[in-house]
């Protein structure tokens, strides 16, 4: 069973500090990787996703992928309280269905 | 608003009754999504449709639920007597074709809330 492993707790970051976010997959098959962000009682919304190895910038996000060690990271610089959310790792095999993590929640403090 | 749109935003039902959710995909966008979240778990994927055709169906369970996405009109996500089980968020998404040289990034809308009493 393709697996999507978001392990780390809820996260607080104060405010301006950069939040990292980790996930790992089991396919090695996946091919396109993405970043939701879900407020409370919310839809997720595409912040961020990535195909290649390496890093991708956009604005204050970043992600980065590693297809060889099977995990994909996201970097929140200058965090802002309205980052607080869960975020979701996404992850496709290629026939289009999403498999997700259960999510991290960041908490910023001011 | 050129988003997924998806109705009712909340429904209850009874257990035993029919639950119809429906979604219009994005401008643009040929292919919908079903996923499901159960209150602390994370989204499941259910059944990814194009225009009259299940294209992937293997998220789904095998009673009581289908799908469709007929040629004119919404996508419908069908729940025949329903339990309380059924009770969570189910939303819908959509993407271009990603045969056509895009890759499949999806966009969520609103969801429906389903509340079996």
């Known amino acids: 069973q393709k697996e999507v492993e978001q392990n780390s707790g809820p996260l607080s970051v104060p405010e301006g500090a950069i939040a990292s976010l980790n996930c790992t997959y089991s396919d090695r098959g996946s091919q396109s990787f993405f970043w939701y962000r879900q407020y409370s009682g919310k839809s997720p919304e595409l912040i961020m996703f990535i195909y290649s190895n390496g890093d991708k910038e956009d604005g204050r996000f970043t992600a980065q992928l590693n297809k060889a060690s099977q995990y994909v990271s996201l970097l929140i610089r200058d965090s802002q309280p309205s980052d607080s959310a869960t975020y979701l790792c996404?992850?496709?095999?290629?026939?289009?269905?999403?498999?997700f993590g259960k999510g991290n929640q960041v908490v910023v403090i001011p | 608003n050129a988003g997924v749109m998806q109705n009712p935003r909340h429904l209850v039902r009874r257990r035993g009754q029919e639950a119809r959710l429906r979604c219009s995909p994005m401008?643009?966008?040929?292919?919908v999504y079903w996923y499901r979240q159960l209150p602390e778990e994370g989204l499941k994927f259910m059944v990814y449709l194009q225009k009259e055709n299940i294209i992937d169906e293997s998220g789904m369970p095998k009673e009581r639920f289908s799908a469709e996405f007929p040629k004119e009109g919404p996508s419908i996500l069908r729940i025949q007597q329903v339990v309380r089980g059924d009770s969570a968020a189910y939303f819908c998404?959509?993407?271009?074709?990603?045969?056509?040289?895009?890759?499949?990034?999806?966009?969520f809308g609103p969801g429906t809330r389903l509340t079996v009493l």
């Open positions: 996404a992850v496709s095999d290629g026939n289009n269905r999403l498999a």
């Open positions: 998404a959509s993407s271009r074709n990603p045969g056509l040289g895009s890759y499949n990034e999806q966009f």
């Open positions: 401008k643009g966008h040929s292919h």
